[in-house]
């Protein structure tokens, strides 16, 4: 009898054991911060192993290094769509970086504001809200998102964060959210 016990008590120790280390291999969600806390190396890396489709929705891109990746990810043959907010882009943008060399890039704005007139009074100018967005959609099975932007900024002087989670559900739930951006796009 004590025997028997003595291998059941093993055999569930060794199961859980077994259960505990396939839940930490699969890491289903990462953190990271910024300033150089690894969120740039982190999305440079997803980038880089992404194997299909890439969605990325970004307020503000400035990043050299993730550019590039975007870069190599398009020569690689990935479908990619970039949206970016179309309301402040500044000279360092890498918009025209990336549509230069075929990548998608589309620009966004929030919802419209009322009508407000002009300081001329002849006619009403519409203002918007902004993108303010900051997420990637990779291979439609991991979510990059948090309040890091694609900035030089955010990775040696902002306090920022960012979240990587390995959800196929997730994945679906900003992929209908970039569908209704990329929707009300324009081109620049």
């Not at 806390?37 to 050299?64: M, P, S």
């Not at 060399?101 to 419209?112: C, S």
């Not at 439609?140 to 559900?169: C, F, M, P, Q």
Request: charged share 30%.
């Amino acid at each position: 009898m004590r025997k028997k016990y003595f291998f059941s008590r093993l055999t569930l120790a060794l199961a859980l054991i077994l259960c505990l280390s396939r839940l930490s291999a699969a890491a289903p969600i990462k953190v990271y911060f910024s300033p150089q806390g690894g969120a740039e190396a982190a999305l440079v890396e997803l980038i880089d192993n992404a194997r299909q489709k890439l969605d990325i929705a970004v307020y503000f891109f400035t990043n050299r290094n993730l550019a590039a990746a975007v870069k190599r990810a398009h020569e690689r043959g990935l479908k990619i769509r970039v949206v970016i907010d179309g309301t402040n882009e500044s000279d360092y943008s890498k918009g025209f970086y990336l549509r230069k060399y075929g990548v998608d890039v589309r620009y966004a704005r929030g919802l419209p504001k009322k009508l407000k007139k002009s300081r001329k009074a002849r006619h009403r100018v519409k203002k918007y809200g902004i993108m303010h967005d900051k997420f990637m959609v990779i291979d439609d099975k991991i979510v990059a998102t948090g309040s890091y932007n694609w900035t030089a900024s955010a990775e040696n002087w902002n306090r920022e964060n960012l979240l990587i989670i390995n959800s196929a559900s997730l994945a679906r739930r900003y992929t209908r959210e970039f569908k209704k951006i990329w929707e009300t796009t324009f081109m620049k």
